[in-house]
């Protein structure tokens, strides 16, 4: 097992910078997922760890041994990539063990290690099987298990799961959740869906335009987003986002609306800035105040354009003069298309970003307390 750390890490192609001056550090047996959308940088990360990509400004470290210039040999890493590509003429035993015979790995020492990532993954009825007679889930699981019987220090993966349907993929998802209860290893996981990011990470590293955004627990950043693009990116669905200004009385922030009362104590840090609010769609409470008289908080006022049932909920499509918010409510409110609705979300689940730098504004408690 190993930690991994960038220390300052820049890859750049040319002028672009796919990974602008990133720091991370990845616990021993850490399940970290970098998250982000396409083109960020996840791979480039990915692939400077393996050893694919070399590393233009920076250190970086596997366990404590600067691998800046080391093979990818000689790294004790092994990568599962999006594209796996199985050998079709071997049968699933030839495959796992491909990788170890080209290492001159003793005959008994193979033969343990695939009858060991065989019965981790499930696979010992279809040893004997050839690739093309496995279904999309066994096929990677076959995928998974090449990488297991490697035993490296560090298994990276990339977006392994996008090429299996909705229901494999939450599946598998859990297969590789186990996976890392069993076996401890340090995994670097990157994808660009961020359930499958909350669902499986120990921490996430958020990744925007080459830059690392923000590094936590899943509920750090679901709770405390740093900015405005990790507060709209963490969260499904997205957080609404809207331009807001000061009240003429300086007793909080209003849009057509949209009313938004802050506290004395938290009025200093909006003071002055153009700010943007925030609001989770699971957030919402149908109906008008309730709570004492001067509850603070964020109301909002519209015509549910569209109700989509879910079940125990449903979600709202609230016009809102011209924006569109998306609430989630109780489905026994039972909303019809059409209905004037009045929102609260109470001023501890309110989130305030400044509208210049995208940076949380500090009105609410933060993780630090
Ligand atoms: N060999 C290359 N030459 C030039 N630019 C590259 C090269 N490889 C990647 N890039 C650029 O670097 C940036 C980061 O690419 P990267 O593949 O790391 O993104 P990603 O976050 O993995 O995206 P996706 O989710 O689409 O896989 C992109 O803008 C990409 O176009
Ligand atoms: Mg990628």
């Known amino acids: 097992m190993a930690t991994v750390s960038f220390e300052h890490v820049s890859k750049l192609y040319g002028q672009v910078k796919a990974v602008d001056d990133v720091s991370l550090e990845i616990q021993d047996g850490e399940f970290m997922v970098l998250v982000g959308p396409s083109g960020c940088g996840k791979t480039t990360c990915l692939r400077m760890i393996a050893g694919l990509e070399e590393i ?8 404590d041994k600067v691998v800046n210039d080391v093979a990818p040999k000689d790294r004790d890493i092994a990568m599962v990539f999006q594209s796996y590509a199985l050998y079709p003429h071997m049968t699933v035993r030839e495959n796992l063990a491909f990788g170890l015979k080209l290492r001159h790995t003793a005959k008994d020492q193979i033969d343990k290690r ?41 298994f990276l993966m990339d977006e392994p799961l996008s090429n299996l349907d909705a229901k494999l993929r939450v599946q598998t998802r859990a297969e590789i959740a186990r996976l890392h209860q069993r076996l401890k290893t340090t995994i670097v996981y990157v994808t660009h869906d961020q359930v499958e990011a909350m ?12 830059r690392l955004q923000q590094v936590g627990t899943p509920q750090d950043l679901y709770d405390f987003p740093v900015n405005r693009f990790v507060a709209g990116f963490i969260g499904s669905p997205s957080m609404n986002l809207m ?17 938004i009362s802050v506290p004395a104590w938290a009025r200093e840090a909006i003071r ?31 015509i549910a354009e569209v109700v989509e049932y879910l079940g125990s909920q449903e979600l709202l499509h609230v016009k809102v003069y011209e924006r569109d918010l998306v609430a989630i409510v109780d489905s026994s409110a039972n909303v019809k298309p059409g209905q004037n609705v009045t929102l609260r979300v109470p001023l501890d689940k309110v989130y305030l970003f400044d509208a210049d730098s995208g940076l949380s504004l500090a009105v609410r408690p933060t993780a630090a307390g």
């Open 199 to 210: 669902t499986m990470g120990n921490r996430i590293a958020v990744m925007n335009a080459g």
């Open 272 to 302: 002055g800035r153009s700010v943007v609010a925030g609001l989770r769609p699971e957030h919402f409470e149908l109906g008008e105040a309730t709570g004492p008289t001067g509850a603070t908080g964020a109301t909002v006022s519209g």
């Open 56 to 63: 233009s400004l920076g250190t970086l470290r596997i366990g």
């Open 243 to 259: 331009d807001v200004s000061q009240r003429a009385d300086g007793g909080g922030l209003e849009a057509q609306g949209i009313g």
């Open 114 to 154: 695939v009858a060991d990532a065989a019965a981790i993954l499930d696979l010992g009825p279809y040893l004997d099987r050839k690739p093309k007679a496995l279904s999309g889930g066994q096929r990677q699981r076959v995928a998974l298990g090449r990488a297991i019987v490697r035993e490296p220090a560090v």
